[in-house]
């Protein structure tokens, strides 16, 4: 069985399509103050952190991951499927093009209370595609925002369940959930949009 690992950043990084798709991976990203930045320039690439198969990833701030890819396949931070799990601590900042978190299927989860924010998308999306649910989102502090015109915050086309105790919501649209479970329990939801 594997045994939990950190890793520390000592100074920034740049990458491409970092994959965790060991179910027994408990990784933990220190930040340690330091920004991420995504450089794909390959067409097929599916996001900067792709973590699947049972794999757990754990992002610790304070620091910054962010992605200018415009490429629509590619510019996600962050990619989870296939039962694996990422969280992220308050004091991140996660900045991206595209999409912060794409949660794709199969129980799935994602926990947050870092700082999400979108420039053209959706801070946090699903899959609607007929058997990619059971995904479960938890927002607890921080913030997810779009600043996309018209645009959501949150989508949640699949079945699952998303959960919502502390943090912002932001955008012209807070959350578009077509699926699944809404709570909420705490926090600030912030339309701007057009009433």
Do not use: M, W
């Not at 990084?13 to 103050?33: C, H, P, R, V, Y």
């Not at 590619?74 to 996660?94: K, L, P, Q, W, Y």
């Not at 794409?102 to 700082?115: E, H, V, W, Y």
Request: charged content about 15%.
């Amino acid at each position: 069985e594997t045994q939990p690992v950190t890793i520390v950043l000592l100074n920034n990084a740049s990458a491409s399509e970092l994959k965790l798709s060991d179910a027994n991976a408990q990784i933990t990203l220190d930040l340690g103050g330091f920004t991420v930045t995504d450089n794909a320039t390959d067409e097929s690439a599916r996001g900067l952190f792709q973590v699947t198969n049972g794999a757990s990833l754990k992002v610790a701030g304070p620091g910054k991951i962010e992605s200018t890819v415009t490429n629509a396949k590619s510019n996600h931070c962050f990619r989870i499927e296939s039962g694996a799990s990422v969280d992220i601590d308050a004091n991140v900042t996660v900045s991206t093009y595209g999409v912060c978190v794409f949660i794709r299927n199969l129980n799935s989860t994602l926990t947050t209370a870092g700082d999400l924010t979108s420039q053209t998308n959706f801070a946090i999306s699903g899959n609607g595609t007929q058997g990619l649910g059971g995904t479960t989102v938890t927002i607890s502090g921080g913030s997810v925002t779009t600043e996309k015109d018209e645009g959501f915050a949150i989508y949640q086309p699949q079945s699952g369940t998303l959960n919502i105790s502390g943090g912002a919501i932001s955008g012209d649209n807070c959350i578009g959930i077509k699926s699944g479970t809404l709570n909420i329990t705490g926090g600030t939801l912030n339309a701007t949009g057009a009433y």
